[in-house]
């Protein structure tokens, strides 16, 4: 059974940092691209950043405009994603997903998903 459960996220103020995680089990983690993405309430589900099996390649979204940053450990199962310079619109449930494909920066790419981690960000 595939699990994938975030943690990290929470309430900070504009312009503040957080780091969320992912650590992910049953299923061979380093065989699997990961991507972030995030919902707010009452829009659709949004790209916010993947990064490659090996590590080496990483995408984002056009929103993040070099505030986030993604890395992976897969020692541990498990993918970060460093979000800096943090504002009110980014608030939104965090979904972590897994995906067999590099490269993917759609929903539909992810055949795995965590249940969300909600980052609040006040002003």
């Known amino acids: 059974q595939v699990q994938l459960v975030e943690s990290g996220g929470g309430l900070v103020q504009t312009g503040g940092s957080l780091r969320l995680s992912c650590t992910a089990s049953g299923l061979s983690f380093s065989s699997y691209a990961m991507g972030w993405f995030r919902q707010a309430p009452g829009k659709e589900r949004e790209f916010a950043a993947a990064?490659?099996?090996?590590?080496?390649?990483?995408y984002f979204g056009d929103f993040v405009k070099g505030r986030f940053s993604i890395s992976r450990d897969n020692a541990k199962n498990t993918v970060y994603l460093q979000m800096n310079s943090l504002k009110p619109e980014d608030t939104a449930v965090y979904y972590c997903?897994?995906?067999?494909?590099?490269?993917?920066?759609?929903?539909?790419?992810?055949?795995?998903w965590g249940q969300g981690t909600q980052v609040t960000v006040s002003s």
């Open positions: 990064i490659s099996l090996s590590g080496g390649g990483a």
């Open positions: 997903a897994a995906s067999r494909f590099d490269g993917g920066i759609t929903a539909a790419s992810y055949g795995y």
